[in-house]
């Protein structure tokens, strides 16, 4: 079988989208951690010259991106899954909820990379507008939530909506940069989702660097 090996983080909700995927999937794979997201080396990651995990190395190259990755492993699946794409979602408030995710997860990226590895001042213009849209827009998802979900197609395995929504709020319990506990349609919509074997399998958790005697 060839390998399949997804470089990132356990602590990152852009690799567990990538392996919510995998497990839900069946596809084989390793991951390779990135211990420290500080360093300038595109090697470090896996060649990708935009210096941002996770990536997939396979038999044929590299393939940048948490999206990218999902359709990938997709291909290699040993069934065909029922999946639904962003490119499926048909209505406006699903669409818009896709976009919203993506947001929260470039907003999660922004306050944890600035203020937490950088250790910029968190009332900066920048941090301040960043958390204000990020909560609106969690606002926004939970007032809409059942809407979006209800547009999906009822004999769907997964939806990339679904997995990167559960990603996304499960990161916000685990890297706390603004509280979750106000949006209680999310909170119970992770809390199911978070059943799912492939959810379990996937804990967030900081790779432990091997010691020298390992
Ligand atoms: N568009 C990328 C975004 C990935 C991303 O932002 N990953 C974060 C980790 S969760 C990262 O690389 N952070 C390091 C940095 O921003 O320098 C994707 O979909 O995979």
């Known amino acids: ?6 470089v990132g983080r356990r602590s990152s909700h852009f690799t567990r ?4 995927f995998a497990e839900e999937l069946g596809v084989a794979h390793e991951i390779a951690a ?17 210096l941002k995990l996770p990536i997939l190395r396979c ?14 492993l997709a291909e290699r699946a040993p069934s065909s899954p029922r999946l639904v794409w962003p490119e499926q979602l048909k209505s406006n408030v699903s669409r818009n909820a896709q976009e919203l995710v993506w947001y929260c997860m470039a907003a999660q990226v922004q306050l944890v990379f600035g203020t937490v590895v950088a250790q910029l ?5 920048y941090f301040e507008k960043a958390r204000t849209g990020f909560v609106g827009a969690l606002h926004w998802l939970d007032t809409n939530l059942s809407l979006a979900l209800g547009a999906l197609p009822a004999d ?9 929504l559960f990603c996304l709020v499960d990161h916000l319990q685990f890297r706390k940069t603004v509280p979750v506990e106000p ?6 919509f992770t809390q199911a989702f978070a059943e799912r074997p492939s959810a379990q399998r996937t804990t967030y958790q900081f790779d432990v660097p091997p010691t020298a005697e390992e």
């Open 1 to 6: 079988m060839t390998r399949l090996q997804i």
């Open 17 to 20: 989208l990538t392996r919510v």
């Open 34 to 50: 990135i211990y420290d997201m500080t360093l300038r080396d595109p090697a470090i990651y896996a060649d990708n010259p935009a």
């Open 59 to 72: 038999d044929d190259g590299v393939i940048f991106g948490a999206e990218n990755i999902c359709r990938a």
């Open 121 to 125: 001042p968190a009332d900066n213009l």
């Open 156 to 164: 769907r395995q997964l939806s990339l909506f679904e997995a990167s």
């Open 183 to 188: 949006y209680s349609a999310l909170l119970s």
